[in-house]
């Protein structure tokens, strides 16, 4: 093996035009051709799912309980998501602990509804709570649909004249709304 630095960016700079693509790439490559295909993640998810609950009038045969909402969902529309996650894999020294990552542990691995996942990551990712986060990301998506101003009226806020300062009315809204139903 050569002395070299292990920079692929530099060497195939037409495949991978930045060190961030190049980790991209590779963080990707790895998730599809050992996470995905896990036979760990696929007899964890087969073993936790189990008969609806009573009363259950959906198509789903089998599924389980959020570990984070609580909501019971069917087998198809859960996923398994490390108790413990966000290993980052942007750099060499990095590479390893992602691999260690997709092999887990026993017990270090819960199932989770899709949009729960997407929280609990942007909560470990950003360093917020997942009811913070949850929060955060209602806001992101009232504001992509351009309804910052209609929710706020309807909750009888006069809404703020930027939308730096709507974005905070809103997060404070909704919070104020998880604290109300807890």
């Known amino acids: ?23 991209t790439w590779l963080r990707g490559s790895l998730r599809n051709a050992v996470w995905n295909k896990s036979p760990i993640k696929i007899t964890f998810k087969n073993k936790a799912c189990s008969a609806p609950p009573e009363g259950y009038d959906g198509r789903a045969k089998s599924g389980a309980y959020c570990a984070l909402s609580g909501e019971w969902e069917g087998k198809s529309k859960l996923e398994c998501d490390h108790i413990t996650g966000n290993v980052s894999l942007n750099d060499e020294e990095d590479i390893i602990e992602f691999i260690k ?7 270090s691995l819960q199932l989770v509804t899709k949009e729960a996942h997407k929280i609990k990551s942007y909560a470990e990712r950003v360093g917020v709570s997942y009811d913070d986060a949850s929060a955060e990301k209602k806001v992101i ?12 009226l309807e909750a009888n806020i006069t809404p703020a004249s930027n939308a730096k300062a709507r974005r905070e009315q809103l997060i404070l809204l909704l ?8």
Do not use: A, C, G
């Open 175 to 182: 919070k104020e709304k998880q604290n109300d139903s807890n």
């Open 101 to 107: 990552h997709l092999i887990p542990p026993p017990n």
């Open 141 to 152: 998506q009232i504001i992509k649909e351009k309804r910052d101003r209609e929710v706020l």
């Open 1 to 23: 093996m050569s002395n070299l630095p292990f920079e692929p960016w530099i060497w195939y700079p037409d495949i991978w035009p930045t060190k961030s693509k190049f980790y």
